[in-house]
């Protein structure tokens, strides 16, 4: 039988575990702070040169995009480091494809960015 709050406290308690994964990673991983620098920047870039709503909510999407997937490759990182020894070629290959997603979407997120500041500029 559904219970409301039996449903509401592990919703809590789920919403606790992904924040700690958030915190966690911002805490390790110097990629994380880039990211979050330039996102800053550009959003504060976007709100000053007024872009619209519509690319304003695009740019989020992107830096949404990017930190998730920043947050995903740390995790396989770390699932990869913590059930391998010593190293292991499909370990470096599982490593290197979660990095070049990221990347692959960063440069994507960059080419969007500077299209959208552009066009505005003009």
Do not use: W
């Not at 789920?14 to 330039?38: C, D, M, P, W, Y």
């Not at 504060?44 to 995009?65: E, K, P, Y």
């Amino acid at each position: 039988m559904f219970n409301l709050k039996r449903e509401a406290d592990n919703f809590l308690k789920r919403l606790t575990f992904a924040f700690s994964g958030i915190i966690s990673a911002f805490k390790r991983e110097r990629n994380l702070h880039i990211q979050s620098i330039v996102a800053i920047i550009v959003i504060v870039s976007a709100i000053l040169i007024h872009v619209t709503l519509t690319d304003f909510m695009i740019i989020l999407i992107l830096i949404g995009g990017v930190i998730s997937l920043e947050l995903v490759n740390t995790a396989i990182e770390r699932a990869v480091d913590l059930t391998t020894q010593k190293p292991h070629p499909l370990a470096k290959a599982a490593k290197d494809t979660a990095a070049g997603a990221v990347l692959c979407f960063s440069i994507i997120s960059v080419i969007i960015g500077f299209m959208i500041l552009y066009k505005t500029l003009l």
